[in-house]
Structure formats: structure tokens, C-alpha cells
């Protein structure tokens, strides 16, 4: 991590090093801010299920793995771990076998707050009894659980070891902020901008071309690690436009208030323009047929299902009249995401500044961000071809 106020272009640090979400527990870790991902992924547990449904069960003997990519450090990965299992158990006892044992990988990049995660785990079940035992003793998991440190977007498990794999909110994230983007001399540079909402046709397409060669490698990886008969349920943030610059919900998050709070800063004199500029959000969030493209393209995976889905909003207030609460969701919900990238970009006193401005602005829009502000998700759902 850069130390206090060092200026780091975030495409030229190796972001897979330093990237996560907000770690800890505190008011505005992930942890904590992580209740609207959690009611857009219940809102999706049918698709879920349907995924799990096209799942090959095997013979008696061999264990079940899954690995849930992008898992953070907050509770919401332990849900969706013990949900699978659960459905999955119910499907082997409707084929009247025995459930076979389970394995769940949670893989983030290394510095993901695994601490935190793992203290979050509920104890493992005494393997000793039944599955039938572990699975009404309350508050034990009844899988063995490992963390896997490393980019989705390679290589992490061995070949033909993982039955299913979900990742939720994750793959938006790209591997970096395209180079040329924060270039002066190319015309994809962001001038003035710290995301492609609202950006130019050149800074789009290369945050376009970025997405297209992650996913790509994403799905490389992923069609060698796969059993036959296994299934993979991704969901990351979309948009309903074709137009890459309107980032629709995404857009509104980190292209809005957030975007003016940096305006703030560089008028304050706190930071340079030029600052700001060398500052980019690597998040793409795309399109239907953006996503369907690079499967296409790649040619591994049948898809069984690929759709949008209208997720709600990323505001998880208890009083929607209240503008102070909305403004603070606002701060926090950027924070528990782009925090620490800011951090590392213009160091954590100036942080503290732009998200105070981020809060003020959500403050004095909170009605119209209330109304307003809604995340649409493609979701897909995929087998070997
Ligand atoms: C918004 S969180 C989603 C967490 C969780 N899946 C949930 O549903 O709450 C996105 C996660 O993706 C992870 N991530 C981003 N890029 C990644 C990459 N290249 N490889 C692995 N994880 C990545 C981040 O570190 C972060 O923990």
C-alpha cells in the first residue's frame, strides 16, 4: 500500500496486489456495507437453484466442491455457500443417495480480509455424526472450508476439480484500469473524468476491450478447472444501455457524486487536476450483448441462461425521508468498494476529505438518489459446452 499521500497510478501498481474491498468490521468496511449485495442475491436464489438443478450428480465417494470467486469479507459468501449446499443435499436425497462431503473454496485476491471472513465462520460440525446431524445442528457449517488467494481472472485450482463455481458482484471489476485511459498522449485518456460514465467513445472502447480480455480469461481458466457436469452461476453488475458511457446504475454510483467530489478537491486546491485524472474506476459494467460476446467468442461454455436482472438499489437505508442517512449510505457504500484504492491514490487524509464531499453531495440529493439509483445485474448461467 502507498504510504499517506503518495500519488499512485492505480493501472501501473499491480492492482490485483492491493485491491479489495474494505476490510474489518468498521462503519464503512464491507462487512458492514454489504446488505444491499445480500438482498439482490436472495432476489436471485431461484437462478441459482435452477443452475444447481443442471448439476451432474456423482457417484458415492467423491466429495463436492464448489468455490465462491470474489468472496469478500463479509457474511454474505457464507450464505451462499450454505444455500448450495442445502440444495444440493435435498437433491441427492430426492435420487435417494447419500449426500457426499462437502468442500468450499472462498478465493479473493491475496489482500481480500480473509481474517475477517474466517472469524465469520461458523464452527465445522463434528464429522463424527451424520450429515443428517451436521445439518440441523444449528450454527455449524457442514463443509470443509479453505481460502484461495489469487485473481479470478487466472489460473486457481487444479484442472477438473471444482463441481460449481458462483461469483456474485465481482466480475465488473476489471484486472486493471486500461492503460491508454490514464495516457495523456492517447485519445482514450480520461481528461477531467474518473470513470467511463459519461467519458468519450475512445476512453469506452477501451474499457470495453479490458472487460472483453478478462472475462475472456476468466472463462479460459475456468473451462479447465471444471468437472464435466459442472456449473458456474455468475452475476456482476450490467446495464441496460448499448451506449458503454451510460454505465446506468454503476454510472450513477462513481459518475455522479462521487465524480463532483473529486471536482471538489481539485477546485479546493486540495489535490491537482492532474491527480484526478491519473485516478480511474476500473469497473466495466456491461451489456448483454457485451457479455454474451466474449462467451460466444471463447466457446467453452454453453450458456443456459444470460439475462439482466433489475437488482434494486445499493442504498440500504431504514428511513428513505432521511437525507443525513441517505447521504451517509451514500459515503459508505462507495467507500466499502473504491476505498482503498483511493486511499492508495491520494493517501488517507485526503480520502477522508473526498468522501465527506461524496456524503455532503449524497445529503443534498437524497431524494432523487433514493428514487433513483437502481443496479441492473446480468446474470449467467453456464456449462461446458
Ligand atoms: C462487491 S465484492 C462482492 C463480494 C461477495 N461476492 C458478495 O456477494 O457480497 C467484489 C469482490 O470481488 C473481488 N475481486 C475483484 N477483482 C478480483 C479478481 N481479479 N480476482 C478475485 N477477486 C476479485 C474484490 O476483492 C471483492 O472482494
Known sequence: MAPKGDNVVVSNMKLENMFCMKGGKGEASYANNSQAQALHARSMLHLLEETLDGIQLKPAGFPFVMADLGCSSGSNTIYIVDTIIKHMIKRYEAMGYEPPEFSAFFSDLPSNDFNTLFQLLPPIANYGGSMEECLVANKHRSYFAAGV??????????????????????????????????????????????????????????????????????????????????????????????????????????GTHFQDAWDDLVQEDLISSETRDNFNIPVYAPSLQDFKEVVEADGSFAINKLEVFKGGSPLVVNRRDDAAEVGRALANSCRSVAGVLVDAHIGDGLSEELFLRVERRGVRHAKELIEQLQFFHIVASLSLA
Not at 465488473?172 to 467511463?196: C, M
Not at 471444471?226 to 451510460?246: E, H, I, N, Q, Y
Open 149 to 254: 488467494p489469487g485473481s479470478f481472472y487466472k489460473r486457481l485450482f487444479p484442472a477438473r476439480s471444482i463441481d460449481v463455481f458462483h461469483s456474485a458482484f465481482s466480475l465488473h471489476w476489471l484486472s486493471q484500469v486500461p492503460e491508454s485511459v490514464l495516457d495523456k498522449r492517447t485519445t482514450a485518456y480520461n481528461k477531467g473524468r474518473v470513470f467511463i460514465h459519461g467519458a468519450s467513445e475512445n476512453t469506452a472502447n477501451a474499457y470495453r476491450k479490458q472487460f472483453q480480455t478478462d472475462l475472456a480469461g476468466f472463462l479460459r481458466s475456468r473451462a479447465q478447472e471444471m468437472k464435466r457436469g459442472g456449473s458456474m452461476f455468475l452475476v456482476c453488475l450490467g446495464r441496460t444501455s448499448v451506449d458503454p458511457t451510460d454505465q446506468g446504475g454503476a454510472g450513477r454510483l462513481f
